[in-house]
């Protein structure tokens, strides 16, 4: 494990949908180092803790990262505040990814609202062995479809309100892929009932299935015990840490 | 460059900057960052007789230039401490404070007896953690059990004993003067203050543990507070913690009668702090031809 | 448009928010800049049976995201208030708290007896202030003082009496259970922590009394945790205040369990803080749906 | 009395000597009723406390105030990161100002340091009838001279290490002028003990002073009895309140 505190640049800020932006950064040995599924750990001004962020690109040759986050409260609402030009305040890259295996020849990628942002990077690496599954709350909430194209992955929408895409839950469409055509893996993040869900259906089938949980931090690196979550391995439960054990776990592993 | 040396209770700090127990795990973490050694020393993780799992999470929840903790004392218990963490610990060239809990005093004394013969250079004994149910601050709150606890403990061991107080009480000089007459050798305070958050929004506490010990800089002046009163009434020296965020906070609990300083949450705001501090110390005393760190401890001038 | 009025201990107030006694004088400063009426109700400057001119200067300092303050009491006594500021504030369409203190359970009786032949709404007894050397912090650190101090101001009047209690203890609880049992009709907290600031270039305190109460956002969870504890544990309301500083925070010290809120320091960042928190206040409960914010108090569920 | 809260514009901003800044900000209805010794209380991001702060201009034409204000700690850092066009957040303006009398022909205006800013609307009212003398640590730290002369006042500068102006303190030109030509009146502000001294000689001289006070603040109004003094009025001992009462006081009142 390897990761670095600094102030990096921001190159480009983009809104891509209501309250919700995106920023690449300048930073070629956090970008050098960085896998998909972690995350950086942003200090937000005037504000003692940090705020956890996936890394939603990661383009080594430029020496950048891309995260995207929404205002959910006044730390993020203060992150948002900077500009191109500003420098902002990471220690990153953190935590443990996602497994990727060559040997994977088909994946299922799912988000759930501002949980899709970590599936970009997935998507890159998998291309067209990838169909992404992403869901939102309804039309305005949708960002990275385009994004997910240019992979060369499937993208299937779904909303909770039928407003854009297919009208109803990620677990839908899941169900089908499942029994349609099996996947070797499915990957997800999003709001804790839905990666319920999902590690259900993926048990029932015998599929391979990894989680991004989040949880309140404050070290950021496992050092502080903050960020708790009940684990069992090898039929022992475990106090893990989505920081530093996670933020991605075998969904077999997490005890809900 | 200022003498930066401290010495409490006969034992040698480089400089006084020391990251607290809980939020600095067993170093190894942040050693990622840089050498434990630029590091007056290390408080430990908060150990205990068998391993513990802690409170559920959600353990952190953030607060106006502060934070609240529920950890509870999640920990691999004291012989993995004494195997694994320790030796390595020793070879990085600063002082070692072991931090011990239980939930009895028995149970305390029986780790630090443990600890009795290990190489560690000295024991903080945590009678004030407010997230655990039994032991914890119900041995800080009162001078009776504070007292009992560390007369105990002090049977167990020969190390040096610094005894961790609790500021949430009516007059932590009173129990200050209690675990000194009780064979402490040093108080360490200040741990964490009692808080609670609530989620408008689910009407949920933000913690699982409903309530929380709160530290970082908004509570830096209680510690100073609690620390000048406690230095002008033990005779045994006082490690001041509580917010400390900055170098010229250092220097002010200094003043206030610290000998060293702890530091906590502002690690989380900046890993790099306990680095900085012991920079931006010396540059104060420098700025003012302080030539050692020592000169300044309870020098403030009361009206 | 929720409905925002409250009951507390049978006197109605149009909304909940109060400012807290000693930042709001007899209110005439602020006048100049909002009606009066806005607010639900107002806590007046404590004041003690005769005139006292307070602490040497400097009374106030800064500490992160709050304050010190050691004011000490300064006030024009009993007489000059019922004479001069209560008639005036009482035909200003709010409740009228008169905040009253005294070095001894016999002087704060006189005081409320002076008031038990005016038109004032409540009487809000301070037994918690750090500032002065004689009563305050004394009578709200020990129970049996707690309970005979209140024991005596009950008999002194048939006023609804409020008990203002102090931080600075092991158990606000059990204050506030000996209050209760002496007859109080609801108790009020909190009041300030006892804190210190150092100057390091002078090494004196910035304070010229050396401590002070600690006041502001700091202070909020600390706040949340003691309401949330007294609501629990006793039958008569608590009007919540510390640290209150917008209307999210006011809805989160309700549902910990108060009646009522009383707002400080935050009323020196923005004079018109008061005003503001009711405004949001109401945003909130009409976002919510909720029709009356009686319907939040108490309502957090506990882990 | 009478004073407003707001968020005003500022109109012009100028580093005047090493760590010291001039705001002209656009308040018309506070330069309105604004008068010389007045200040204002501004409020620093991420503070609790506001930064009180003396008027150093009133332009009741074009509606504008002028501060000058130095970098002393954490807030005035603070507040002097705006920039032209930004909004500053005033309270204003507060407490008693100096009594200005048309009856007055000769005064002495006296600043100490950053104590000067407070005269300079002084000899915007008093002209040529004025005699300004203005003390500092060094060259580098003087502000205002030219302003000052062109009030048409005459400006006696002083440093205290001889490096601009008169070699030492401005109490040695005070003496000189007090008995070779009595004023009408002496106004001064700056630290303490320049203070007290222009008093004790005021005094000697049987010539009417008025000094105008620092004290730490919160409210700023008068309401939480902060900002103590101790004077005496009518040989009875009272504390007063420097921003209420003050922050000019009849130096007589004053007990040191
Ligand atoms: C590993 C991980 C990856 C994440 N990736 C993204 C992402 O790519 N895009 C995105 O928009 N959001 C992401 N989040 C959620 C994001 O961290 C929170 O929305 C953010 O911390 C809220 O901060 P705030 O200041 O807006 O809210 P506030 O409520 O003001 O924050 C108060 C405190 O609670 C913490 N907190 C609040 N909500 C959460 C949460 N859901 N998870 C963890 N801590 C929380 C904050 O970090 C802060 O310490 C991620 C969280 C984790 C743990
Ligand atoms: C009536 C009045 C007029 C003033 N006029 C000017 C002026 O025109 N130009 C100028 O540069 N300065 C002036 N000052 C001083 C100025 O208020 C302080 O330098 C400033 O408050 C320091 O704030 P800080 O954040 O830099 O320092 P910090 O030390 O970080 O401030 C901490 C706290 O102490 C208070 N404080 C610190 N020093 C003083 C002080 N000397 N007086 C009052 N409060 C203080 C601050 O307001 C704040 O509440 C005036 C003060 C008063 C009372
Ligand atoms: C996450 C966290 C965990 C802590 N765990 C312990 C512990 O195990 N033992 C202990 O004595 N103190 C513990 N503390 C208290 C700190 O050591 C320290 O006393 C307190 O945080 C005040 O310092 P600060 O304001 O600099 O954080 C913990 C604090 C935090 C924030
Ligand atoms: C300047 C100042 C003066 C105060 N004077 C009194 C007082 O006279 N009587 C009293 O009961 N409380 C007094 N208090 C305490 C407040 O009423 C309140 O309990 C405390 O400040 C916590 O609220 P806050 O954090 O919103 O300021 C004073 C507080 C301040 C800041
Ligand atoms: S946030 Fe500290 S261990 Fe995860
Ligand atoms: S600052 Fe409040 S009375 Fe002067």
Same mark, same amino acid.
């Given at each position: 494990?390897?990761?670095?505190?600094?102030?990096?640049?921001?190159?480009?800020?983009?809104?891509?949908?209501?309250?919700?932006?995106?920023?690449?950064?300048?930073?070629?040995?956090?970008?050098?180092?960085?896998?998909?599924?972690?995350?950086?750990?942003?200090?937000?001004?005037?504000?003692?803790?940090?705020?956890?962020?996936?890394?939603?690109?990661?383009?080594?040759?430029?020496?950048t990262?891309?995260i995207?986050?929404?205002?959910?409260?006044?730390?993020?609402?203060?992150?948002?505040?900077?500009?191109?030009?500003?420098?902002?305040?990471?220690?990153?890259?953190?935590?443990?990814?996602?497994?990727v295996?060559?040997?994977?020849?088909?994946?299922?990628?799912?988000?759930?609202?501002?949980?899709?942002?970590?599936?970009?990077?997935?998507?890159?690496?998998?291309?067209?062995?990838?169909?992404?599954?992403?869901?939102?709350?309804?039309?305005?909430?949708?960002?990275?479809?385009?994004?997910?194209?240019?992979?060369?992955?499937?993208?299937?929408?779904?909303?909770?309100?039928?407003?854009?895409?297919?009208?109803?839950?990620?677990?839908?469409?899941?169900?089908k892929?499942?029994?349609?055509?099996?996947?070797?893996?499915?990957?997800?993040?999003g709001?804790?009932?839905?990666?319920?869900?999902?590690?259900?259906?993926?048990?029932?089938?015998?599929?391979?299935?990894?989680?991004?949980?989040?949880?309140?931090?404050a070290c950021?690196?496992?050092?502080?015990?903050?960020?708790?979550?009940?684990?069992?391995?090898?039929?022992?439960?475990?106090?893990?840490?989505?920081?530093?054990?996670?933020?991605?776990?075998?969904?077999?592993?997490?005890?809900? | 460059?200022?003498?930066?040396?401290?010495?409490?209770?006969?034992?040698?700090?480089?400089?006084?900057?020391?990251?607290?127990?809980?939020?600095?795990?067993?170093?190894?973490?942040?050693?990622?960052?840089?050498?434990?050694?630029?590091?007056?020393?290390?408080?430990?993780k908060?150990?205990?007789?068998?391993?513990?799992?802690?409170?559920?999470?959600?353990?952190?929840?953030?607060?106006?230039?502060?934070?609240?903790?529920?950890?509870?004392?999640?920990?691999?218990?004291?012989?993995?401490?004494?195997?694994?963490?320790?030796?390595?610990?020793?070879?990085?060239?600063?002082?070692?404070?072991?931090?011990?809990?239980?939930s009895?005093?028995?149970?305390?004394?029986?780790?630090?007896?443990?600890?009795?013969?290990?190489?560690?250079?000295? $024991? /903080? *004994?945590?009678?004030?953690?407010?997230?655990?149910? =039994?032991g #914890? &601050? @119900?041995?800080? !709150?009162?001078?009776?059990?504070?007292?009992?606890?560390?007369?105990?403990?002090?049977?167990?061991?020969?190390?040096?004993?610094?005894?961790?107080?609790?500021?949430?009480?009516?007059?932590?000089?009173?129990?200050?003067?209690?675990?000194?007459?009780?064979?402490?050798?040093?108080?360490?305070?200040?741990?964490?203050?009692?808080?609670m958050?609530?989620?408008?929004?689910?009407?949920?506490?933000?913690?699982?543990?409903?309530?929380?010990?709160?530290?970082?800089?908004?509570?830096?002046?209680?510690?100073?507070?609690?620390?000048?009163?406690?230095?002008?009434?033990?005779?045994?020296?006082?490690?001041?913690?509580?917010?400390?965020?900055?170098?010229?906070?250092? $220097? /002010? *609990?200094?003043?206030?009668?610290?000998?060293?300083? =702890?530091? #906590? &949450? @502002?690690?989380? !705001?900046?890993?790099?702090?306990?680095?900085?501090?012991?920079?931006e110390?010396?540059?104060?005393?420098?700025?003012?031809?302080?030539?050692?760190?020592?000169?300044?401890?309870?020098?403030?001038?009361?009206?």
């Amino acid at each position: 494990m390897k990761y670095i505190q600094g102030n990096y640049i921001i190159a480009s800020k983009e809104a891509i949908a209501r309250n919700i932006y995106s920023f690449t950064i300048s930073c070629p040995e956090v970008a050098d180092i960085a896998c998909p599924g972690q995350f950086v750990h942003i200090r937000a001004k005037g504000y003692t803790l940090r705020r956890p962020i996936s890394i939603c690109g990661i383009d080594k040759t430029k020496g950048t990262l891309r995260i995207v986050f929404e205002i959910r409260g006044e730390g993020t609402e203060e992150i948002s505040r900077l500009n191109k030009g500003d420098l902002i305040d990471m220690l990153a890259p953190l935590g443990h990814g996602f497994t990727v295996s060559e040997k994977f020849n088909k994946v299922i990628l799912i988000g759930g609202g501002i949980g899709t942002p970590p599936m970009l990077p997935l998507a890159q690496i998998f291309g067209e062995k990838a169909t992404v599954i992403s869901g939102f709350r309804n039309a305005s909430a949708v960002i990275l479809q385009d994004d997910f194209k240019r992979t060369g992955a499937e993208a299937i929408l779904c909303t909770d309100d039928g407003s854009a895409g297919i009208h109803g839950f990620v677990t839908e469409p899941l169900k089908k892929l499942l029994t349609e055509d099996k996947p070797d893996a499915v990957y997800a993040c999003g709001p804790m009932p839905m990666l319920k869900g999902i590690a259900a259906l993926c048990r029932e089938s015998g599929v391979y299935c990894e989680i991004s949980l989040e949880e309140r931090m404050a070290c950021g690196i496992g050092a502080c015990l903050g960020c708790a979550c009940r684990t069992q391995r090898n039929d022992e439960e475990y106090f893990a840490h989505v920081c530093k054990d996670g933020p991605v776990f075998n969904a077999e592993e997490v005890l809900w | 460059m200022a003498d930066l040396s401290v010495n409490v209770c006969g034992i040698d700090f480089k400089n006084p900057i020391i990251p607290a127990s809980g939020v600095f795990g067993y170093g190894r973490e942040y050693e990622e960052l840089f050498p434990l050694n630029k590091l007056g020393g290390i408080a430990t993780k908060g150990t205990t007789l068998h391993l513990r799992t802690g409170n559920l999470a959600p353990r952190i929840a953030e607060t106006p230039a502060g934070m609240l903790n529920s950890v509870g004392l999640q920990n691999p218990g004291i012989d993995h401490f004494i195997s694994t963490e320790l030796p390595y610990l020793l070879t990085k060239d600063l002082v070692v404070l072991a931090n011990i809990a239980g939930s009895t005093p028995d149970e305390c004394a029986e780790v630090a007896a443990k600890l009795d013969d290990t190489d560690v250079h000295m $024991i /903080e *004994l945590n009678i004030s953690c407010p997230n655990v149910k =039994q032991g #914890g &601050a @119900a041995f800080g !709150t009162s001078c009776d059990m504070a007292g009992e606890v560390t007369r105990k403990v002090r049977q167990a061991t020969k190390k040096p004993l610094v005894v961790k107080l609790s500021p949430n009480v009516t007059s932590i000089v009173d129990i200050a003067k209690s675990v000194e007459a009780a064979g402490a050798d040093a108080v360490s305070l200040i741990n964490t203050l009692l808080g609670m958050r609530i989620d408008i929004n689910t009407r949920r506490p933000i913690l699982r543990n409903n309530v929380g010990g709160m530290s970082g800089p908004a509570v830096f002046p209680i510690a100073v507070r609690m620390v000048w009163q406690v230095a002008n009434a033990v005779d045994i020296p006082v490690i001041g913690m509580g917010g400390v965020s900055s170098g010229r906070d250092a $220097i /002010e *609990l200094m003043m206030a009668g610290a000998s060293a300083v =702890q530091v #906590g &949450a @502002a690690i989380f !705001t900046d890993p790099y702090a306990p680095v900085k501090i012991v920079e931006e110390m010396n540059e104060f005393l420098d700025s003012k031809g302080i030539t050692s760190v020592k000169d300044i401890i309870g020098t403030v001038a009361p009206w």
